[in-house]
């Protein structure tokens, strides 16, 4: 008799450590992803980068032609 109040929650235990294993393998994925895309060895800055934005405003407020535009945009890559 004592076992039959107990034996309805014997489930509990196995679906916990279910879900906790697959939410460690899901953070455990996603960091990696993280990782994978900020990776050090891009080459240059990105078009979000503080030098980017400051040519692409110079350049719309028109201090610099499409010429000194293009230039210095290669040299930022």
């Known amino acids: ?4 109040v107990t034996m309805g929650w014997m489930w509990v235990w ?12 899901y ?3 996603r960091l990696m992803q993280s990782r994978r895309t ?3 060895s891009d080459a240059g800055p990105s078009s979000d980068s503080p030098a980017r934005r400051i ?3 110079r350049y719309a407020r028109g201090e610099i032609d499409a010429e000194e535009y293009e230039r210095r945009r290669g040299l930022l890559q």
């Open 27 to 29: 953070v455990a994925v």
């Open 14 to 25: 196995p679906a916990l450590s279910a879900a906790g294993l697959l939410i460690l393998g």
């Open 1 to 4: 008799m004592t076992g039959g």
């Open 38 to 40: 900020s990776s050090p």
């Open 55 to 57: 040519l692409d405003t």
